[in-house]
C-alpha cells in the first residue's frame, strides 16, 4: 500500500513524532485549508495520514486533529515543513477520523480540512516506523500477554534475511514474510511464550557483503534494552540467512556483552571463529542448516560449530547443530513450528546469563 504514495511522503517518517499545541480558532485572514488526501489503515495498527501542500506566505506547519469513534477531537501532532503526511503507529482497534489544519508563523490557523474516517483492525503487533520513537531501525513489536505490569521479560530480537530489508517505513510490512514477526502476524505463534519480540528492518541486506555487518544489532539493542522492561540476562536473538549471518559477525565482535544465547537458521560464521574462537561458546548456540544449501555454505557452520563443540566446557556453554537432511536454504519452518520448532525456543527461555 504505501509503495503507491509519492517519494516525497518518504521525508515523513524522518519527522521526530510529537506534540504541539492547538493554536486558535480559525481566522479567516489565515492560510487557506488544506485537502487532507487519505487517512489509509497499513498492517500493524498504523495510519498514514497525507495531505496536499498548502501554498501560502508564512507558512510554518501543519496541524493534525483526529477523534475516535464519536469522541471529542483532540490534537495529534503537529508536522513541520515541508513534511504532507504523517504515520500515526500504536493505535489500538477502532473508527478514527482525521482532520487537519494549517498554521502560518503568526500562529493564524486555517480552517480544518474535511474529515477521512478509517477503520483499525485488531493485530497482535504493531509497526513502528522509522523516526517514530528514536529507534535506530522500523521495526514490528510484538508484546506478550501481561507486559507492562513491571515485570522484565525475555527479549527476542529478530534479524531478517537478504529480500526482506529496505527503509523501515514503506517497506516496513516485509518483514513480516517469515520467522516469528509473520507467526505473529498469522497467529501461529504460541502465545504461552514470554518473549517481548522486536523485529527490525535493515537497509543493509542488499549483499552478501552487507550481511556482515554486524554492528547494526548492538547498537538496535542498545536501544531497545533503554526502552523496554527485560529482563537483561534473557536477550537472545534469531536469524534466518543474512540475518544468521549478521548475527555470527555480531558474536565475534560482541560474544556475549549483551546476548545469553542465539537460534540461528542457514548462517555463515564468516570471521567469527578468527576473532574470538572458543570466546563464541560463551553464548549459547543452536545453529539449523539444510545439507543441500546451495546459497550458504552447510560445511562452513558445520566446521565451525564442530570447533565449538571441542571448546572447553565450562566456560563454552550449550552448542546444538542441527543438520536437515536434504533441506535447502529454507529451513526456518524447522527450526520455528516443526518438529523442534517449540523446542528450540524454549530452549533459548533456558539458557540465562550467570
Known amino acids: 500500500m504505501y509503495r503507491l504514495l509519492s517519494s516525497a511522503l518518504a521525508a515523513l517518517f524522518l519527522t521526530t513524532f510529537g506534540l504541539a499545541g492547538c493554536g486558535g480558532s480559525a481566522d479567516p485572514a489565515g492560510p487557506p485549508a488544506p485537502q487532507l488526501l487519505r487517512a489509509e489503515t497499513g498492517a500493524g495498527r498504523q495510519v498514514m495520514v497525507s495531505w496536499a501542500p498548502v501554498a501560502a506566505p508564512g507558512l510554518e506547519r501543519y496541524v493534525i486533529h483526529w477523534r475516535q469513534g464519536s469522541g471529542p477531537q483532540e490534537m495529534l501532532a503537529s508536522v513541520s515543513l515541508p513534511d ?43 509497526a513502528i516506523p522509522l523516526g517514530t520513537d528514536g529507534a535506530p531501525n522500523g521495526y514490528y513489536e510484538y508484546l506478550p500477554a501481561g507486559y507492562g505490569d513491571g515485570v522484565p521479560r525475555p527479549l527476542l530480537i529478530y534479524l531478517h534475511g537478504t529480500g526482506y530489508g529496505g527503509n523501515g517505513s514503506f517497506d516496513l510490512d516485509s518483514v513480516l514474510a517469515c520467522c516469528p514477526p509473520g507467526m505473529v502476524n498469522a497467529g501461529t505463534w504460541p502465545a504461552s511464550l514470554p518473549f517481548v519480540v522486536l523485529s527490525p528492518q535493515s537497509s543493509l541486506t542488499q549483499t552478501r557483503a552487507d550481511c556482515a555487518v554486524g554492528e547494526e544489532i548492538h547498537s538496535f539493542l ?31 565482535a560482541r560474544t556475549d556483552q549483551q546476548v545469553a544465547a542465539v537460534l540461528l537458521m542457514a548462517g555463515d560464521p564468516g570471521s567469527a571463529w578468527t576473532q574470538a574462537g572458543c570466546g ?59 518438529s523442534t520448532g517449540l523446542e528450540a525456543l524454549n530452549w533459548l527461555l533456558a539458557h540465562g546469563k550467570p
Open 280 to 338: 563464541l561458546g560463551r553464548v549459547a548456540i543452536w545453529a539449523f542448516h539444510g545439507t543441500d544449501d546451495r546459497q550458504v555454505s552447510f560445511s562452513s557452520e558445520q566446521a565451525i560449530m564442530q570447533q565449538l563443540l571441542a571448546c572447553p566446557a565450562p566456560p563454552r556453554r550449550d552448542v546444538v547443530f542441527t543438520a536437515v537432511q536434504g533441506a535447502g536454504h529454507e529451513v526456518a519452518w524447522e527450526a520455528y513450528e516443526g
Open 84 to 126: 504532507t503526511g504523517r504515520v500515526i503507529p500504536r493505535l489500538q482497534p477502532g473508527t478514527y477520523s482525521f482532520a487537519v489544519e494549517a498554521v502560518d508563523a503568526t500562529g493564524r490557523t486555517s480552517p480544518r480540512s474535511a474529515e477521512v474516517t478509517t477503520t483499525v483492525l485488531p493485530a497482535p503487533q504493531a
Open 222 to 252: 542498545a536501544w531497545a534494552l533503554a526502552r523496554y522492561t527485560v529482563d537483561p540476562k534473557r536477550i537472545y536473538l534469531t536469524g534466518m540467512s543474512c540475518g544468521a549471518i549478521r548475527v555470527w559477525n555480531y558474536l565475534g
